[in-house]
Nanobody, 122 residues
Framework: QVHLVESGGGLVQAGGSLRLSCAAS????????MGWFRQAPGKEREFVAA????????VYADSVKGRFTTSRDNAKNTASLQMNSLKPEDTDIYYC???????????????WGQGTQVTVSL
């Protein structure tokens, strides 16, 4: 079992950048594929990005492609989501997730962090 904690959220102006981190404990992160999702109150959870155990395959939602980059450091048991050129529509609670399967569906991931708020103002 792995425990995930996100950090790095906050308030930023449109066009700005934020870097989210996801720290794992309880188990080694290299055993898991990682996903990033976001969700606004009252809305469905939305896929953002995912990266395989070894970091060899990375996929992004079309809405963030070219602006967001996910990476991982298995030696440090962390994953990150670099978000550039942020837009007001990126405002959401962002979650990292870990799972033995890989893909865009949230049901593929077994372990979730508590989420971190990202707010992008005009």
């Amino acid at each position: 079992q792995v425990h995930l904690v996100e950090s790095g959220g906050g308030l930023v102006q449109a066009g700005g950048s934020l870097r989210l981190s996801c720290a794992a404990s309880g188990s080694t992160l290299r055993s898991y594929n990682m996903g990033w999702f976001r969700q606004a109150p009252g809305k469905e959870r939305e896929f953002v990005a995912a990266i395989t155990r070894g970091g060899d395959i990375v996929v992004y939602a079309d809405s963030v492609k070219g602006r967001f980059t996910t990476s991982r450091d298995n030696a440090k048991n962390t994953a990150s989501l670099q978000m550039n050129s942020l837009k007001p529509e990126d405002t959401d609670i962002y979650y990292c997730a870990a799972g033995l399967k890989f893909g865009r569906k949230d049901s593929l991931y077994s372990y979730w962090g508590q989420g971190t708020q990202v707010t992008v103002s005009l």
